[in-house]
């Protein structure tokens, strides 16, 4: 089946500064990449769709100038925590979608966790 | 607005019996409703998935069974293993995203 790897899977800042996240699917285009976040024993939470080429769209109440995401080819995606706080410590999770059109299969990345201090 | 709600949020039972999870979505234009498998620290596993214009689909212990008319779905799991033991989520998908369920915790005793 399709990877998608996620990178880093493990990573620890400090209260103020910024980590970047990456999503890379590995053996196919992803026009589409989407960016998850979730806290302990909760739900997957959609934080944005990125879209190659153009500006990601973000979920309600998700802070776009905190969340920097970019999208710059069809295999690769960032998630950049700006002036990150501990309250931002989660598991952060993307996946991809090949191709184009509604209802095709998702594959998810390993996963980050974050953890500010 | 786009919601979907999972039940039970826990469920327990013992190796062999049947597991069922239900889901109910909001949103009519959806035409996807994949479930997928987490376990502790790891991504989600997609293990079944259906479209709008199926009504059920079956994969050796794993089942799919979609009413849009009363827009919810189902999944249920025969002659549960340890194994099997994880939480779940559903998900639907309109508007080239998925939204996910709450999850169940599906603990399966020995």
């Known amino acids: 089946g399709a990877v998608v790897s996620q990178h880093p899977s493990w990573v620890i800042c400090k209260s103020g500064t910024s980590v970047k996240i990456e999503c890379r699917s590995l053996d196919f285009q992803a026009t589409t990449m989407f960016w998850y976040r979730q806290f302990p024993k909760q739900s997957l939470m959609l934080m944005a769709t990125?879209?190659?080429?153009?500006?990601?769209?973000?979920e309600q109440g998700v802070e776009k100038d905190k969340f920097l995401i970019n999208h710059a080819s069809l295999t690769l995606s960032t998630l950049t925590v700006t002036s990150a706080h501990p309250e931002d410590s989660s598991f952060y999770i993307c996946?991809?979608?090949?191709?184009?059109?509604?209802?095709?299969?998702?594959?998810f990345g390993e996963g980050s966790w974050l953890t500010v201090v | 607005g786009e919601n979907v709600e999972q039940h039970p949020s826990t469920l327990s039972v013992q190796e062999g019996d049947s597991a069922v999870i239900k889901c109910t979505y909001s949103?009519?234009?959806?035409?996807?409703f994949p479930w997928y498998k987490q376990e502790l620290g790891k991504r989600p596993q997609l293990i079944i998935d259906i479209r709008s214009n199926v009504g059920e689909k079956k994969d050796q212990r794993i089942a799919v069974t979609l009413n849009k008319t009363a827009k919810h779905f189902s999944l249920h799991i025969t002659e549960t293993q340890p194994e099997d033991s994880a939480v779940y989520f559903c998900?639907?998908?309109?508007?080239?995203?998925?939204?996910f369920g709450a999850g169940t915790r599906l603990a399966v005793h020995p």
């Open positions: 996946s991809a979608k090949p191709g184009t059109g509604s209802g095709n299969t998702i594959y």
């Open positions: 990125s879209n190659e080429g153009s500006k990601a769209t973000y």
């Open positions: 998900a639907w998908g309109s508007y080239n995203k998925l939204i």
């Open positions: 949103d009519s234009a959806s035409n996807y």
